[in-house]
């Protein structure tokens, strides 16, 4: 049996600081609000997440504590350009699988791939949960230069976007953590109420336990109605500006992906034997 991937995760500080003059300011809200206490299972604080779900939560293993390597938290606001990436880089970096680059400076992401190789890391993956992050140009440098040092990567626009493809690891990845573009089964009752719900996969923020907490005991006509509207209590952190690139923003792609999740769900759920 293969041991854990070990993650290391390196992200923006989530302050209000606000930039200056030839500044920019790069969020760590979305890393430190939702992802990291989901993969916690919320144990500094619940964040959105209601008892309810924690009562539901609590029949699956989310805690992956253990399977961090690290965390390395970079200022918000910083220069627009920064000719000295590397002085940002406080210490070394801990051995690890995958890197996970969320809301980081586009300087201080290139010379984390740089340095990335040398610490055992397998794979990149850089969520764009806000266009201003990674441009598809950006994106295309990132992934030339993790060929050249063969890693794996992914850049899912929206991070809930993230599926299995090509790469070992990263598959690996999202089988341990049981993250990425959202799955569940819907088992219903003779009188077609549901039953029961079972989280396959969540979205990286853990929308989809506090969604499938609040679908038992519904009509299954009414799953994807009901699912929707969960789903927009459990605040998305995405960014609602404007994509150029796709011409949408990144919480209008997370409101549809997870939209089609539940009516694919409602569409194969099956009657209680």
């Not at 809200?29 to 609590?58: M, Q, V, W």
Request: with cysteine.
């Amino acid at each position: 049996m293969s041991q854990n991937l070990k993650v290391f995760i390196a992200m923006s500080a989530d302050t209000t600081d606000l930039p200056g003059p030839f500044q920019v300011k790069y969020s760590g809200e979305f890393a430190e609000r939702k992802f990291i206490p989901h993969i916690t299972d919320y144990k500094n604080g619940a964040y959105g997440c209601s008892k309810l779900c924690r009562e539901y939560r609590r029949a699956y293993k989310l805690d992956h504590s253990a399977d961090i390597a690290g965390f390395m938290k970079f200022p918000s606001v910083l220069p627009e350009m920064i000719d000295d990436a590397e002085s940002y880089i406080k210490g070394e970096l801990p051995a690890h699988d995958v890197m996970l680059i969320i809301g980081v400076h586009p300087d201080i992401v290139l010379e984390l791939i740089n340095l990335a190789s040398k610490t055992g890391c397998k794979a990149i993956i850089a969520p764009r949960e806000d266009p201003f992050w990674m441009t598809t140009s950006f994106v295309k440098t990132l992934e030339r230069k993790c060929e050249q040092r063969g890693l794996e990567y992914a850049f899912p626009r929206p991070f809930c976007s993230l599926t299995k493809g090509k790469y070992g690891v990263i598959n690996r990845f999202i089988d341990q953590f049981a993250i990425g573009k959202p799955q569940y089964k819907v088992i219903v009752d003779r009188n077609g109420k549901v039953k029961k719900v079972e989280v396959i996969r969540s979205s990286p923020c853990g929308a989809t336990y506090h969604v499938a907490s609040g679908l038992i005991g519904i009509d299954r006509e009414k799953l994807v109605e009901t699912a929707n509207r969960l789903w927009h209590t459990y605040p998305c952190l995405s960014s609602s500006k404007m994509d150029p690139e796709v011409n949408d923003s990144p919480m209008h792609m997370a409101a549809y992906i997870n939209l089609n999740t539940a009516k694919q769900a409602e569409k194969e759920a099956e009657q209680e034997a």
